[in-house]
């Protein structure tokens, strides 16, 4: 289970970093709210795997 988190917990960082440059640079505000709208869909569903009872 600690591997599950960690690993959920590195990819959604690793996404956000690789999300941020492109948001920041072009300050686009409609590009940031499909971004977050993204990282919120991941959550999400990192959230849902964590509650699941599938291991």
């Known amino acids: ?3 599950k ?3 959920g917990l590195i990819a959604i960082v690793l996404a ?3 999300l941020a440059p492109p948001v920041v640079k ?3 505000i ?3 709210i499909v ?3 993204g ?3 991941m959550v999400v569903d990192f ?3 964590l509650r699941s009872r599938d291991d």
Do not use: N, T
Request: glycine share 4%; no cysteine.
């Open 16 to 18: 956000l970093a690789f």
């Open 39 to 41: 990282v919120v869909m």
């Open 5 to 7: 988190i960690l690993a």
């Open 26 to 28: 072009l300050k686009d």
């Open 47 to 49: 959230w849902q795997s």
């Open 30 to 32: 409609v590009l940031g």
């Open 35 to 37: 971004v977050m709208i």
């Open 1 to 3: 289970m600690a591997l």
